[in-house]
């Protein structure tokens, strides 16, 4: 049997040309099929780091819907809130670099604060953004890829809000926990309500509150809806858990599309594979047919094809591993960490996607040599022998 393993991967080294291309081509398939599936991974490992002591109350309609202003009284008298406070999404552009893209946010500073105490300031720089009605905070992150530090003026060109909006950075924060972005800018919502178009006064886009008892979330969500049921507009509150995942599903048809490119991928591996080893079971035909004329079985030439099919996948399959790991851990991943972390706080390749990596060419490769496989161990020995590649 070992004698038959050795044969098969010699076998690999026959038609060095072809056989190296092939390597390369599964190999690029393969790191393909890493980087989609460690993108669709890394979507949900967000919501594992939601907070779970709070939760958030948006429009029933969805996210583009807003709520009035006077909707967070509401919420903050339901029993087993603690704290709560609201957000507006901005949505504002840094002229200074139009390419880089970050989150900016209108919130109410002091109620913030309490709410969001995963953020971390100086109570230097604390008060200065309280003080500061066009202040704004940047998380660490954000600092540094746009160059700027405390005391800086920054001008953000709205979209949802037209018109240029300047900025004093009051602070530059740091996070204790993945469940806040470090690459954030949040500000003043009582500026952008002074501002903004007046059929957006005193509206509001959401509501998160910080619970008393975490494990009583659902029922304070309830019960928070139950009180706007009656009203106008209604509310779905749900776990921040929950908010992330709804809000991922906004991008489903785009995770869709990844899953089902991974899968093409897969199946052109598969033709790739299948292709490459039918000539080269056709090239040693004769070869074949000699081994049975001395004595080897069916099933020791089936051996053979599925051993060179499956060397030849898991040769490509390390391949695409090699070429993926340094473009996901040292390159990718750690700049969606550092830039976009409240959608990537860990991408990296987890444990099994590498067993993917690597057990479904093998699988593939067996599939597809099985009709070589069985072509060649059960072909006639004087039929074989007049073959002629």
């Not at 092939?22 to 993108?39: E, G, K, M, P």
């Not at 609201?86 to 709410?115: C, E, I």
């Not at 199946?267 to 035909?285: E, P």
């Not at 479904?360 to 020995?381: D, E």
């Amino acid at each position: 049997m070992s004698r038959l393993l050795l044969l098969a991967l010699r076998n690999l080294g026959r038609n060095k040309v072809r056989t190296m291309l092939t390597i390369v081509a599964a190999a690029i398939a393969v790191t393909t099929f890493i980087l989609l599936r460690t993108v669709l991974s890394a979507w949900h490992v967000a919501s594992q780091y939601a907070a779970k002591d709070r939760i958030a109350t948006r429009n029933k309609i969805g996210y583009v819907m807003t709520l009035p202003r006077r909707s967070i009284e509401v919420v903050r008298a339901v029993e087993g809130v603690k704290q709560a406070t609201h957000m507006n999404w901005f949505g504002g552009r840094y002229a200074v670099k139009p390419d880089t893209f970050f989150s900016s946010m209108a919130v109410d500073p002091q109620s913030f604060l309490r709410v969001m105490e995963e953020i971390v300031l100086t109570e230097e720089e604390r008060k200065r953004w309280l003080e500061d009605k066009q202040g704004a905070i940047i998380g660490d992150q954000l600092a540094t890829s746009l160059g700027l530090k405390v005391g800086d003026r920054i001008t953000l060109s709205g979209t949802i809000y037209p018109g240029d909006w300047q900025f004093n950075v009051a602070g530059i924060y740091s996070a204790n926990r993945k469940s806040v972005d470090r690459s954030t800018l949040w500000f003043h919502w009582s500026y952008l309500n002074d501002r903004g178009p007046l059929m957006r006064r005193d509206q509001i886009g959401w509501i998160t509150s910080r619970l008393d008892d975490p494990g009583r979330s659902s029922e304070i969500a309830s019960a928070i809806d139950a009180i706007f049921d009656v009203q106008d507009p209604q509310t779905a509150s749900m776990s921040e858990r929950q908010m992330n995942l709804s809000f991922l599903g906004m991008f489903s048809a785009v995770l869709r599309a990844l899953d089902i490119i991974s899968i093409i991928i897969m199946v052109s591996l598969t033709v790739l594979l299948g292709n490459a080893l039918a000539m080269s079971v056709r090239d040693r035909t004769r070869e074949y047919g000699v081994l049975a004329a001395i004595g080897f079985e069916p099933r020791h030439i089936r051996l053979l094809v599925f051993a060179e099919a499956v060397g030849l996948a898991c040769v490509a399959a390390l391949l695409g591993i090699a070429m993926a790991y340094p473009i996901v851990e040292l390159g990718m991943g750690r700049f969606l960490e550092e830039n976009m972390s409240s959608w990537f706080p860990y991408f990296r390749i987890d444990g099994t996607t590498y067993a993917a990596a690597v057990l479904l060419p093998a699988l593939i490769a067996v599939i597809a040599s099985s009709t070589s496989a069985f072509r060649a161990g059960h072909q006639a020995v004087h039929q074989a022998l007049r073959r002629v590649a």
